[in-house]
């Protein structure tokens, strides 16, 4: 526990007497913190002075392998050892990080903000089709782009990461890069990008298209060439924790996932379900956007249907593989999200393309996206609003997701569908579409001879839904806090646009974080405590999940446990912490 | 009370003795019910039966007139008398009517929607600038727009009334319009209108700029050329009914007015004061946009107050027009709240035409428009967010109303000015707003050698200050619900953009009535009590009032009463419905 060593064996050498007092002292405090101590001494005429102790900082490996030694030698308890770790930390562990002595030799080209932590390697490309097209090959590919967008979903799905000129931690790449536990640096300004010659420059050197460059999500660097990688265990001192976390927690912690891959790595992680399955990103994919546009640019209900069709098989496909990967856990799978115009090109490139794709002409195209536009799209026509509207799209997810489920189970694996109805702000809206539903699930059992369990629920991501989820209760079988748009609506932020005055907001002490980041306990979690109490006076034993990004945030998941929601639900490489935090959480609860 | 007195008159002919009978029957009703009865009945076998009877229906005159006679001839009560006419009726008396018998021999050459009632005519133009500049020779103008923006105001303003080809009950130019008292027709489809031509074609008509034309704000029609008025007469019954409104009602009336004029016409139509004042609207209009423009456009903070300098005496000249206007009463005045891209040219010409007034750039122009774009203008960088990253714009708009506040006083007449500080959701947003302009205020105190009454207050208007007002009210001495945002981000609406589902979901059932004409009482409401209770809870004589479109909408003028607001505000023509309205819900509240 003693800072600087050489220094120390100096004064071991020239001030044996007070050199040993000291080690003495060490020996004392140690034991009665148990736990390394950082000290400060001064000695003033000979005589040492003890100045501060406090315990001692180290790597979240030896936080961890401390922890659990201490405990296994009975120096501490199982709750002592918990409490030890931060979870914050832990992130560190369940990311690839550079080979330490090669990345203290290189010298980063560029730095960026650490978006999304890992390590990650590969040939530069510049768009999202070129990352898919060399990611089938087999090859390593850094998707690098000024900015992303629910276009690049797919890129930057095959891609080992993410590297972008512009943005912020709260930016597309960095939020979907967090959200897929993918190697992500943000807003690394000195990269010149020309999309044009596939190409970057920075400083005097110039990184062509498919050269090889290195990126750390943990610190942000960018370097040229190819690091070795060091991949995490998570066996071991880190998997005892674990287990000690998971008796003491009483928040069931999920993990959101859209892919049969994702939910594979969050039941590695301990994930104990799914709780947000986002269709939409299974509509960004490969040629199911084509499809999915020919629905947008139908004429009417018929010709929508006529698409949608063609998509059912492909989605149900989806479901099935991710409910063989939940083995029987239960899988929270939300209908379409997003608003129509997210799925079309606004650009004359693109819209070219899709009409070529397509055999529409780019005149109806562009008719179609102007007509979408929308001056507020977060509070436009999304969410359950467009099953609403347009129920035949609901009608064929729905019907996906319980043919998927049936098949699944015909084959010996149990499952558990619970579906969820988006952005609804008024029971009727739930009502009428758990009305639909339940007319298309009964149609499937009747013709398949066979029923299944399922639940339907909705999101509470409105404030109205807060406010009434008494009402809504009546026709929901579980609640899922959606504090992303909660927080949005609730205090009046556009995630896209408050960089402009958020950050001087915080640096004000108005916000004493990011609401983003941070659950904003005093004003969106009082809304949130306030429908719990009210939505368990309607039915009693309604659950309460938290999908948003928080339920991934210590602080977050401590204020989960405290009002007593059911589980909270996190991208997948974020579980084992919201596991070690509901922990600590259910630990200090009780003292 | 008989609806088809021909047949009736035969009747009487060919059946005398039923028909005396019917007579009796008549009179007996209309006794019991005291009022005018349509009734229905049959006559079989010799035999009359009565089926059904209900209270007549009748214009609004002879409503008011009918309701103050019978109440003078003692048959009712004042209390009854004004429970005989309906608020939403009273509209049609205080605005001018074509002359009846003129408009039925006219034939509309288009239809729209009746967005503002009256009656106007003038020469048709097509752009704000040349309605102001025929209004100032004293010329008639109708201006007739696709749609209108905020750039528009002005033209609006000078404008008898304003016609729009595109756009339904709740866009720019409705919803301008009725808070001007100005009469509008909107998306009158037929018109097709070719500003570079200045004309537009309507079937086979073509209608050039200067040709006169008459719109009808009560029923939508527009007609060719020139129709004569009648102004609506505020005096004899319909003066009576008001007053014995007021005697009963307990809710405080004002109006939003935004110039001297508008408190003018609110103090004539018995409004108790200002309870919104909106400083943007003065920064549209004239000259006074550059200098805006010069003010957004500036380097730095020191620039910015170089501009707000020049605005300082302009502005203070409008708040002392206002305060003349009020002779006492209290206005309540709020800072700047649209997002600063509002007050920008977004189109080539307007941005060339900027650079030559002010001498800057067009690139610059430019780059400053794409740097202030938001995805969600509704909750992006506006409202107090403005004030707190500029607060020069704040302190010189507190200069100007508590300077112009003591020159008025100076000059004898009372002053009791409420500044306003919009779009707060937390205390602290508030906490630094307040001490910054109170710092303002002390500074001219000391200067001005005397001291005025004030208050400081702001709008609950985003979902998170409804539910922490508790907390809010420490540092305000006023809140008014700013019902239009409440209802946005409560429910999750853009109003710009609503309309693509709103009308569907009013036919499905889903919400009884558009939640931005009829307040949405269930939802919006029910956080409205709540934040009544919790904000008096901390504060338990603090003032409520509510200042959007619904102060003047009589359901939920009600609900007003009921939940124990203070005060309602509206648009200076709809202060006698709403005063009609609350006296009704004391009156039922009573009984
Ligand atoms: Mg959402
Ligand atoms: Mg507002």
Chains 1, 2 share one sequence.
Not at 320 to 331: D, Q, Y
Request: charged content about 30%; overall charge positive.
């Amino acid at each position: 526990g003693i800072r600087t060593p050489k220094d120390i064996q100096t004064f071991k050498r020239t001030n044996k007497k007070i050199y040993n007092e000291l080690m003495k002292i060490r020996n004392r405090l140690e034991r009665h913190y148990k736990d390394m101590q950082d000290f400060e001494f001064t000695i003033q005429e000979g005589k040492l002075y003890m100045l501060q102790t406090r315990t001692g900082k180290r790597t979240a490996q030896a936080a961890v392998k401390i922890a659990v030694d201490m405990c296994k030698e009975n120096l501490i308890t199982q709750k002592t050892a918990i409490e030890r770790v931060e979870p914050e930390q832990i992130d560190r562990l369940l990311h690839p990080v550079f080979d330490p002595k090669e990345e203290k030799k290189k010298e980063p080209i560029a730095k960026g903000l650490p978006a999304s932590p890992g390590a990650a390697y590969g040939e530069v490309v510049f768009t999202a089709e070129e990352a898919e097209r060399r990611a089938k090959e087999g090859r390593d590919v850094i998707l690098c782009r000024i900015e992303t967008s629910p276009e690049d979903i797919g890129g930057m799905n095959v891609a080992n990461g993410i590297v972008t000129s512009r943005g912020g931690m709260t930016s597309h790449a960095a939020v979907v890069a967090r959200g897929m536990g993918k190697c992500c640096v943000v807003g690394a300004g000195q990269l010149e990008i020309d999309y044009k010659k596939k190409r970057f420059k920075v400083g005097s050197k110039t990184v062509n298209e498919g050269d090889w460059i290195s990126i750390n999500g943990h610190n942000g660097n960018v370097y040229m060439g190819r690091l070795s990688t060091v991949e995490p265990s998570l066996s071991g001192d880190f998997a005892t924790l674990m287990k000690w976390a998971d008796r003491f927690r009483r928040l069931g912690v999920r993990a959101n996932a859209d892919t049969p891959y994702d939910a594979e790595v969050a039941v590695k992680f301990g994930a104990e379900g799914i709780g947000l399955c986002r269709t939409e990103h299974m509509f960004f994919q490969g040629k199911r956007i084509n499809l999915f546009r020919e629905m947008i640019l139908a004429e009417d209900a018929e010709g929508r249907r006529r698409a949608l069709k063609k998509l059912l098989p492909i989605q149900r496909k989806d479901f099935e593989g991710i409910f063989k990967a939940l083995k029987g856990r239960p899988c929270t799978i939300r209908l379409l999200d997003p608003p129509l115009h997210e799925f079309l090109p606004h650009d004359k490139t693109g819209q070219k393309e899709m009409s070529r794709l397509l055999g529409i002409p780019v005149s109806k195209i562009k008719n179609k996206v102007e007509s979408l536009k929308e001056i507020n799209p977060m509070l436009g026509h999304r969410g359950c609003r467009l099953g609403l509207i347009y129920p035949e799209i609901s009608r064929m997810q729905v019907r996906a997701i319980i043919e998927a489920a049936i098949k699944v189970r015909k084959k010996g694996v149990k499952v558990l569908p619970e579906i969820m109805i988006p952005l609804v702000g008024h029971y009727k809206e739930l009502k009428i579409a758990r009305e639909e539903a339940e007319e298309v699930i009964q149609d499937i059992f009747k013709k398949e001879k066979t029923k299944i369990d399922y639940k339907i629920g909705t999101m509470i991501e409105i404030p109205r839904a807060a406010i009434t989820d008494d009402e809504i209760a009546r026709f929901a079988d579980f609640f899922s806090f959606g504090t992303n748009d909660l927080t949005q609506m609730g205090c009046g932020f556009s995630r896209d646009d408050a960089g402009k005055f958020l950050p001087d907001y915080v640096k004000m002490g108005i916000y004493s974080n990011d609401p983003f980041q941070v659950l904003d306990q005093d004003g969106i979690g009082r809304l949130i405590k306030q429908a719990v109490e009210l939505g368990r006076k309607s039915k009693k034993d309604i659950k309460f999940g938290i999908c948003g990004e928080h339920g991934g945030e210590p602080k977050s998941v401590e204020f989960c446990h405290k009002v007593g929601l059911t589980y909270v639900s996190c991208s997948p490489f974020r579980v084992p912490i919201a596991r070690l935090a509901a922990a600590q959480a259910a630990i200090k609860d009780k003292f």
